[in-house]
């Protein structure tokens, strides 16, 4: 079965700080790997995801992801973060072996706090 | 854009009731699905759909159904509510072959049953 963890609850930074949330995933075959985020009282967003190819990732809003195999991670980035930041960010794994159905499996979420 | 809607944002409902959470797509999506949200535990998926009158349980399905009769919509059924279904629910769709595709979600529906 997949699994994500998201070892963090919640993650507090500076506004100009690196930011970075942390993610791990276990499959059966290939991962593909995305990452969300949830502002207050709305769906969640695509920031980012891994398919194949390079291992570090560009997303939206200059996110970036770094998918480390042997570490089975795919850790999201930012070099500096902003105060419209805090949100709540979830990874999702999907098995490239079990396509059917496109199922996405997400973490418990880490909440992201950046103050002023 | 693709384009999810959910049709309530907040619906407060009583214990025993039969609930109905709609959600309907722009975008000729094979997929959809419904997930609750609850704090710690992330979004655990319910039941999904791959195609129209098809279903496929998640890993929660119990107390709920669903029913998907045209491709853009997939209604979520709560056939007698209890008080543990208070949650967020999250309506998504996707391609079917692009399993390398993301998933687009709707705008949510909080529920609260008393």
């Known amino acids: 079965a997949q699994s994500v963890a998201q070892p963090e609850d919640q993650v507090n930074v500076a506004e100009g700080n690196p930011l970075t949330v942390k993610c791990t995933y276990s499959v059966s075959g290939n991962p593909y790997l995305f990452w969300y985020v949830q502002y207050p009282n709305r769906g969640l967003q695509f920031l980012l995801k891994y398919i194949t190819g390079d291992n570090l990732v560009k997303g939206s809003y200059g996110f970036e992801a770094e998918f480390n195999k042997s570490q089975t991670s795919f850790h999201l980035k930012k070099p500096s973060a902003l105060v419209s930041d805090s949100a709540l960010y979830f990874c999702a794994v999907r098995d490239a072996i079990k396509a059917a159905g496109n199922k996405l499996t997400f973490g418990g979420g880490t909440r992201v706090l950046v103050k002023p | 854009d693709v384009k999810v809607t959910q049709s309530s944002r907040y619906l407060v409902k009583r214990t025993g009731e039969k609930v109905f959470l709609e959600c309907v797509q722009d975008m000729d999506h094979e997929n959809m699905f419904w997930y609750r949200q609850d704090p710690g535990l992330g979004l655990r998926l319910i039941y999904f759909s791959y195609d129209v009158k098809m279903k496929e349980k998640g890993d929660i399905p119990e107390g709920y159904s669903v029913s998907r009769e045209k491709k853009e919509r997939f209604s979520l059924i709560l056939e007698s509510a209890s008080t543990n279904q208070t949650s967020m629910y999250l309506c998504?769709?996707?391609?079917?072959?692009?399993?390398?595709?993301?998933?687009?979600f709707g705008q949510g529906t909080r529920l609260t049953v008393v």
């Open positions: 998504a769709s996707s391609l079917l072959t692009g399993f390398r595709t993301e998933a687009f």
